[in-house]
Nanobody
Framework: QVQLVESGGGLVQAGGPLRLSCTAS????????MGWCRQAPGKERDFVAT????????YYADSVKGRFTISRDNAKNTVYLQMNSLKPEDTAVYYC????????????????WGQGTQVTVSA
């Protein structure tokens, strides 16, 4: 089992930055691929970004490419999502997820999930 706890969400104006963090416990974090997904009101949960166990591979959804950056610090069991140039359409609950079989751009392929953190971008 692994426990994931997200933090860093909040209210931000359009164009501003925000950094999300996700701290893992209960499992060997450094061997898992990690990802971020989001769910806007009334919509399905969508993939946002993923990073391999050593940080060497990353993938992003087209909607966030060039604006969001995923990174990790295995010494701190933490994965980050730096979000820049935020738009109102980025408003969603953001979830951290872990996958022990490598990176995936499919949100349903993740094994463990955090409880989510709300990000609200005002126009």
């Amino acid at each position: 089992q692994v426990q994931l706890v997200e933090s860093g969400g909040g209210l931000v104006q359009a164009g501003g930055p925000l950094r999300l963090s996700c701290t893992a416990s209960g499992r060997t974090f450094s061997t898992d691929a990690m990802g971020w997904c989001r769910q806007a009101p009334g919509k399905e949960r969508d993939f946002v970004a993923t990073i391999s166990w050593n940080g060497g591979i990353t993938y992003y959804a087209d909607s966030v490419k060039g604006r969001f950056t995923i990174s990790r610090d295995n010494a701190k069991n933490t994965v980050y999502l730096q979000m820049n140039s935020l738009k109102p359409e980025d408003t969603a609950v953001y979830y951290c997820a872990a996958r022990y079989r490598g990176t995936s751009v499919r949100e349903y392929e993740y094994d463990y999930w955090g409880q989510g953190t709300q990000v609200t971008v005002s126009a």
